[in-house]
């Protein structure tokens, strides 16, 4: 059974800091692309952050130099890493895992909340 398992998230106050785990069982992890995504009430899911197989990163722009995004194969874990954060960066968190030759995420973990209070 595949299974991604979010942590990590919770009430920070402007200008905070988190760290979300996202532990992966049941995938040969070390050859999945990982990303997080969020979606805040009313708005689309979009992608904040991913890292390829070999560690290529990519960022949305309303997060770069603030979120960093890592993995470690052998704990079979992705992180997300958050820093300054804003109000509008409050939504629910999710991790995802594409796997090679796929055009779309295929599993995803059942999100952890971020709240940013001004």
């Known amino acids: 059974q595949v299974q991604l398992v979010e942590s990590g998230g919770g009430l920070v106050q402007d200008g905070g800091s988190l760290r979300l785990s996202c532990a992966a069982s049941g995938i040969i992890f070390s050859i999945n692309d990982m990303g997080w995504y969020r979606q805040a009430p009313g708005k689309q899911r979009e992608l904040v952050a991913s890292?390829?197989?070999?560690?290529?990163?990519n960022y949305a722009d309303s997060v770069k130099g603030r979120f960093a995004i890592s993995r470690d194969n052998a704990k079979n874990t992705v992180y997300l890493q958050m820093n300054s954060l804003r109000p509008e960066d409050t939504a629910v968190y999710y991790c995802a895992t594409v796997p090679r030759g796929a055009l779309v995420p295929k599993y995803w973990g059942q999100g952890t909340q971020v709240t940013v209070s001004s």
């Open positions: 890292i390829t197989t070999g560690g290529r990163l």
